[in-house]
T-cell receptor, first 114, second 115 residues
Framework: KAGVTQTPRYLIKTRGQQVTLSCSPI?????VSWYQQTPGQGLQFLFEYFSETQRNKGNFPGRFSGRQFSNSRSEMNVSTLELGDSALYLCASSLGGTSNTEAFFGQGTRLTVV | AQKITQTQPGMFVQEKEAVTLDCTYDTSDPSYGLFWYKQPSSGEMIFLIY??????QNATEGRYSLNFQKARKSANLVISASQLGDSAMYFC????????????FGTGTQLKVEL
């Protein structure tokens, strides 16, 4: 059974540009959550998608957005990149039912904004 | 606000010894889940163990066990028979029950296993 796949693994972007990250969950999992990890702020929840709908949202500006497709794959978009957006972006996949007892992460996308 | 506290920024343990990583949490939720993850230097978050707040017994997964004390709001991870490959960052996280997949993480503990 394939794990969670995130692409690309590494990205370098310039301030002001936009970026799209992709996450393919484990087969059968309907929930995808996104997290930002930085040395200063640690791991912070961005948002969660379940059955193509945003179900939970963290405290990030509107420049951060996401979506989920009918096959449960999810994309995260960051517009007008800032230097502070440099981070490891992780997505987590789970069944998404009312009792989540596990959440599996991908290897992450390391974004560097210059 | 939910808060997860890991008071040990770094820990050392000798190979084959047991080690306990501390985690305490704030919550007013009647029902919740607690998770532990391992993050090697490669960056991937590896799921280790889960404990539900209503589970009667402490969770165990191989060499990992969770010492859950609900009244004290603590969920310490115990790693038995440490191995060199256990050297990594360890995160405690709390999730919602019934509200989707949203985890609040602690700041982590860097574990170093020595010969």
């Amino acid at each position: 059974k394939a794990g969670v796949t995130q692409t690309p693994r590494y990205l370098i972007k310039t301030r002001g540009q936009q970026v799209t990250l992709s996450c393919s969950p484990i087969s059968g999992h309907r929930s995808v959550s996104w997290y930002q990890q930085t040395p200063g702020q640690g791991l912070q929840f961005l948002f969660e998608y379940f059955s193509e709908t945003q179900r939970n949202k963290g405290n990030f500006p509107g420049r951060f957005s996401g979506r989920q497709f009918s096959n449960s794959r999810s994309e995260m978009n960051v517009s007008t990149l800032e230097l502070g957006d440099s981070a490891l972006y992780l997505c987590a996949s789970s069944l998404g039912g009312t009792s989540n007892t596990e959440a599996f992460f991908g290897q992450g996308t390391r974004l560097t904004v210059v | 606000a939910q808060k997860i506290t890991q008071t040990q920024p770094g820990m050392f343990v000798q190979e084959k010894e047991a080690v306990t990583l501390d985690c305490t949490y704030d919550t007013s939720d009647p029902s919740y889940g607690l998770f532990w993850y391992k993050q090697p230097s490669s960056g991937e978050m590896i799921f280790l163990i889960y404990q539900g707040s209503y589970d009667q017994q402490n969770a165990t997964e191989g060499r990992y066990s969770l010492n859950f004390q609900k009244a004290r709001k603590s969920a310490n991870l115990v790693i038995s028979a440490s191995q060199l490959g256990d050297s990594a960052m360890y995160f405690c996280a709390k999730g919602l029950t019934g509200g989707g997949n949203k985890l609040t993480f602690g700041t982590g503990t860097q574990l170093k296993v020595e010969l």
